[in-house]
């Protein structure tokens, strides 16, 4: 798996563990960070390329900060680095 793709699918995941533990649904989420559904739909599943703009409103959405939401991402990518080999 390619660096990038590694990326893009811990940054999915990780945003939509923290947007379920904060019993948010997608459309809520959305609608809180001023993006479409079928963007943050596309995101969560790995498969989009969101601009920074977009990440940050979906960060301060959750309520998280940055390194908050960095920390997470990144035991997502271990995760994910450890389920590759």
Excluded at 21 to 38: E, H, I, K, N, Y
Excluded at 53 to 67: N, S, Y
Aim: glycine fraction near 10%.
């Amino acid at each position: 798996m390619e660096p990038a793709d590694v990326a893009n699918i811990s940054f999915g995941r990780t945003l939509r563990r923290e947007r379920r533990v904060r019993d948010l649904s997608q459309q809520r989420l959305a609608q809180r960070a001023g993006v479409s559904f079928r963007h943050l739909g596309e995101i969560e599943r790995g498969n989009g390329n969101p601009r920074l703009i977009t990440v940050v409103q979906l960060i301060d959405a959750l309520g998280l900060t940055l390194g908050e939401f960095v920390t997470s991402w990144e035991e997502a990518q271990r995760e994910l680095d450890r389920g590759s080999r």
